[in-house]
């Protein structure tokens, strides 16, 4: 099992950034894709962004394209998210967990779903 924290939401206008991180508790964390997903009230999860074990390959859902980047530490066993541009419909809580594949940025089903952190993003 892979047990990891979600931080760096917040409350920003239209347009503005924010840098989100999770940070994962296991030695092998360079074995593992990894993704970010989010919920909306009163929606399901989707995925949002997935990495390869090394960060040389991503995936961005087509909403988030060209403003979203995903990175990771390795050495750090942390993960990030930089959010540029953001628009009210990003507000959601945002999640990490490992994936199987990073083009299957799907939400697993099961896994350790961590605690989350919010970002709202007012008009």
């Known amino acids: 099992q892979v047990h990891v924290v979600e931080s760096g939401g917040g409350t920003v206008q239209n347009g503005g950034s924010l840098r989100l991180s999770c940070t994962a508790s296991?030695?092998?964390?360079?074995?593992?894709?990894m993704g970010w997903f989010r919920q909306a009230p009163g929606k399901g999860r989707e995925g949002v962004s997935c990495i390869g074990r090394l960060g040389r390959s991503t995936y961005y859902t087509s909403s988030v394209k060209g403003r979203f980047t995903i990175s990771r530490d390795n050495a750090k066993n942390t993960m990030y998210l930089q959010m540029n541009n953001l628009k009210p419909e990003d507000t959601a809580m945002y999640y990490c967990?490992?994936?199987?594949?990073?083009?299957?940025?799907?939400?697993?089903?099961?896994?350790?779903w961590g605690q989350g952190t919010q970002v709202t993003v007012s008009s």
């Open positions: 296991r030695t092998y964390f360079d074995n593992l894709p």
């Open positions: 967990a490992p994936v199987t594949y990073y083009l299957d940025c799907s939400p697993p089903i099961h896994t350790d």
